[in-house]
């Protein structure tokens, strides 16, 4: 059997190749930011009728707004490796975009610890953008969530970063 303990790189195996959840308590708990971003395109006349406020089952952007915030503090549940985080702020934002024609989404989420809050962002975004495709589908199912990704981060030993 491979010993995996002569590769540190490998963070979330232990010494037999096993998934484990990294010991982050010697780690300096300080202010973490993360911002990340997707989209949903769709065809124009479902971008009108959800800004018109005529889906069928009902306000389309409040409800994913919503997902999004609860997704985020569920994170840890959901992404097997991830530790559960005091977030002290989590903002979803749904902007229309004519020229996609769809909804750009962002979500930051902030939180003062030992780990960062980059896969709670990504969880924010995916899930605000599957409950608008959810919300929408019966005006179309041909929508298409892309460009799922981190934006930017901030704290933390590994330092800043700012997608191109």
């Known amino acids: 059997m491979q010993n995996f303990s002569e590769n540190s790189s490998l963070t979330h195996l232990d010494s037999s190749g096993e998934a484990r959840m ?14 990340a971003a ?4 769709m065809l124009p ?3 009108a009728a959800i800004q ?12 994913a707004r919503l997902a999004g915030i ?9 992404i097997p490796l ?12 749904i902007v229309p975009d004519s020229q996609l024609p769809g909804y750009q989404i962002q979500a930051e989420v902030k939180t003062k610890a030992e780990t960062g809050v980059e896969m709670e962002a990504l969880t924010a975004v995916s ?8 919300m929408a589908k019966a005006l ?4 298409q969530i892309e460009a799922i990704r981190l934006v930017s981060k901030t704290g933390g030993k590994s330092g800043d970063y700012r997608a191109i």
């Open 22 to 35: 990294v010991d982050v308590s010697a780690k300096q708990t300080t202010v973490r930011i993360a911002v």
């Open 38 to 41: 997707g989209q949903v395109r």
């Open 45 to 47: 006349e479902t971008l």
């Open 52 to 63: 018109a406020g005529n889906a069928p089952k009902g306000d389309v952007l409040a409800t």
């Open 70 to 78: 609860m997704a985020a503090k569920q994170t840890s549940q959901l």
């Open 82 to 93: 991830c530790h559960p985080l005091p977030l002290q702020k989590v903002e979803v934002h």
């Open 127 to 134: 899930v605000a953008a599957l409950t608008l495709y959810d």
């Open 140 to 143: 179309e199912k041909s929508m």
